[in-house]
């Protein structure tokens, strides 16, 4: 095809003008359906295996962990409501994948429990926590200001 030529080609059923801004919009709203159901809303371990779980609900031992308060400043406090008694190894790391909190001396029995944590160190930053209970592994979330 020459220069200045509007002929269209197809390509996988869809057409496109080589000199212009034509597009199939059905196609369009295909790929963005596509890429909604690739969006990940919670992150959740299973036991490890190959094999698929019967029932994925198994492998959620439902613990819930709430970070307050939302954007901390010189103190992150954790609730954890938990149905056993645990260790914790919690992990904090900072966006570009350094270790900013590293604690394994975190005890929690059945039932809710508050963990304190001095931060006052860390500058104003997005923030992951991973809380592993031995059984499951949460990940939060977390926002310093100052």
Same mark, same amino acid.
């Given at each position: 095809?020459?220069? #200045?030529?509007t002929? #269209?080609?197809?390509?996988?059923?869809? @057409?496109?003008?080589?000199?212009?801004?034509v597009? *199939?919009?059905?196609?369009?709203?295909? =790929?963005?359906? =596509?890429?909604?159901s690739?969006?990940?809303? =919670?992150?959740?371990?299973?036991?490890?295996?190959?094999?698929?779980?019967? $029932?994925?609900?198994?492998?959620? $031992?439902?613990?819930?962990?709430?970070? &307050?308060?939302?954007?901390?400043v *010189?103190?992150?406090?954790?609730?954890?409501?938990? %149905? &056993?008694?645990?260790?914790?190894?919690? !992990?904090m790391?900072?966006?570009?994948?350094?270790?900013?909190?590293k $604690?394994?001396? !975190?005890?929690?029995?059945? #039932?809710? *429990?508050?963990? !304190?944590?001095? +931060?006052s !160190?860390?500058?104003?930053? +997005? &923030?992951? /926590?991973?809380?592993?209970?031995?059984? @499951?592994?949460?990940?939060?979330?977390? /926002?310093? %200001?100052?």
């Open positions: 095809i020459s220069e #200045g030529d002929q #269209g080609i197809v390509e996988n059923e869809v @057409e496109t003008i080589v000199d212009g801004s597009t *199939n919009e059905e196609v369009i709203v295909e =790929e963005a359906a =596509e890429i909604e690739l969006i990940i809303e =919670e992150i959740i371990e299973t036991d490890g295996s190959l094999e698929p779980l019967k $029932d994925p609900l198994l492998a959620i $031992d439902n613990t819930v962990v709430k970070p &307050y308060p939302l954007t901390f *010189n103190e992150l406090n954790l609730n954890i409501k938990i %149905k &056993y008694d645990a260790k914790l190894n919690i !992990r790391y900072d966006m570009n994948g350094r270790t900013v909190l $604690d394994d001396s !975190r005890f929690v029995k059945k #039932g809710s *429990n508050d963990l !304190r944590f001095n +931060v !160190r860390l500058s104003p930053d +997005v &923030y992951i /926590m991973i809380i592993n209970t031995g059984s @499951e592994k949460i990940v939060k979330k977390v /926002m310093s %200001k100052k």
